[in-house]
């Protein structure tokens, strides 16, 4: 599951990252509102978004409008340090899902994350499947005939990605930027070296799904 997170204190945005990504979100950080919009613009889909009001360049709220003018319906929490109903009122009425004031426990956003993505249906399915493999969303592992093996945490994140559009070729780059993050100091072998974890485990479960390798382009499952 994907998430963008736009929130300018870097140590904060780090802090929330490490949680998310722990709990096998992919996350993309940015600092301004002006890349939030970017992002939120392009064709990446977002499962979520997280939108801090206060932010250099354009602020979370006029985001958040130009966002929902374009018949974007990617779920936000709104954060910021004001607590004013006021505030609150204008962050919902301008299309937020939900809103949630600085400071707050990582439990409590989780939870809230949780809340948005099963209203706007992207938790409808706990389980991806492709030909004998199936990918369980809530407890992180693989079965294949009747085996099942847990899955670490980047593991899970690859294989998600993989899996979520069967022979798509994805690029090493683009698993360390959406796993890893922008900010990584992992080199690219960190991909190789998952992929080769993934393949041992399909290859413990009899799996018939594979990983290829498109010499310098990626992998796709197949």
């Known amino acids: 599951m994907r998430l963008l997170l736009a ?14 990504k ?14 939030a919009l970017d992002y939120l613009s392009s064709c990446q889909e977002y499962d979520g978004a997280i939108l801090d009001i206060m932010m ?34 204008i962050g919902l009425d301008a299309g937020a899902d939900d ?21 706007s249906g992207k ?16 407890n992180y592992s693989l079965s294949s005939h009747g085996k099942t093996i847990p899955l670490k ?7 998600e990605m993989l899996l979520t559009s069967p022979g798509t070729i994805i690029s090493p780059e683009l698993f360390l930027e959406k796993i890893w993050g922008l900010d990584t100091l992992n080199d690219i072998n960190i991909v190789w070296v998952n992929i080769s974890y993934l ?24």
Do not use: W
Request: proline share 2%; charged share 30%.
């Open 153 to 159: 945490s980047k593991e899970y994140q690859m294989i």
């Open 22 to 35: 722990h709990n096998n979100y992919s996350v993309d950080q940015v600092y301004d509102g002006e890349s």
């Open 56 to 89: 250099p360049k354009m602020d979370g709220i006029r985001v958040l409008k130009t966002v929902r003018s374009k018949g974007l319906s990617t779920p936000v929490i709104m954060l910021t340090a004001k607590s004013e109903l006021d505030d609150k009122v």
């Open 199 to 222: 393949r041992k485990k399909l290859k413990t479960l009899g799996s018939e799904v594979t990983i290829k390798a498109t010499r310098n382009v990626g992998y796709s499952v197949v």
């Open 99 to 119: 809103y949630l004031t600085k400071p707050f426990e990582m439990k409590e956003l989780l939870a809230r994350i949780r809340s948005i993505t099963r209203r």
């Open 123 to 138: 938790l409808a399915l706990s389980s991806l499947t492709y030909k004998d493999l199936i990918l369980d969303r809530k």
């Open 7 to 20: 929130e300018d204190e870097k140590e904060l945005s780090n802090a929330i990252t490490a949680i998310l």
